[in-house]
């Protein structure tokens, strides 16, 4: 489902069809199988907010945001119109349970995510700008206080400054399937890191399929290639030609 932004009566419609299925006592949001051991609660705290990053950042916002989706909750993405949602389905995403947001005017930005924390259970986010420290605190407030979750996924570094609860970034991966000048890729580790606040603050680590051959994604019980640490590619100097 896709929905345009800031249409004030369409988010209240969707927020009508979407009531939450899980009771709000449960406080957790279940998590992939293959992360749960890596979160401090097994799954997402209700009224958290988790922040993906390294190379693959949107799959670990879509592998978090499916677990979810498929006992019953309702995910709301905003602003992310290059998603790759055949990716998410293989990641776990219900995509019937899934409402596609179009990128909101700046100022309106703060007021339709606020809108949609009411409804949405999950809801996943990557600003296209810096979102001041008030409208920050405002959100995550009603993040709060609504029981959502707020996954920031990716995005530029400076655009939001508040800490997260979580933070869940690949540290380090390798491709497999290229050859020197042939083949395809078939699947991709990755180490994942979950680091954060309180009873996140000791980093923990795991190596995983992101994705696996299937499209999945699953522990990686026997590495037998080396994972390459992930550095970023700096721009090649300009020269004049001619």
Known sequence: MAVSAPD????????????????????????????????PDGGLRRGSTVATGGSGATLLALALAGAPTASGSWVAV???PALGLLAGSELGLVLERVVLV???????????????????????????RRIGPSEQRRLLARARDRG???????GRPDAWAEAPDL???????????LGPGHGHLQARRATVEVTGRRAA???RRADLWLPGPDGRLAPLESPSVPIAPVHPIAPAPLREVG
């Open 8 to 39: 004030r009566d369409a988010l209240r419609i969707l927020g009508d069809r979407t009531r939450p299925l899980t009771r709000s006592s449960e406080r957790v949001l279940p998590a992939p199988a293959a992360l749960a051991p890596l979160l």
């Open 201 to 203: 603050a000791r980093p």
């Open 102 to 128: 179009d990128e909101p005017d700046p100022q309106a930005w703060p007021t339709v995510v606020a809108a949609l924390l009411d409804a949405f259970e999950v809801v996943v986010v990557r600003p296209t």
């Open 148 to 154: 959502a979750v707020l996954v920031r996924a990716g």
């Open 78 to 80: 905003v602003g992310m």
């Open 167 to 177: 933070r869940v970034a690949v540290v380090a991966s390798a491709w497999l399937g």
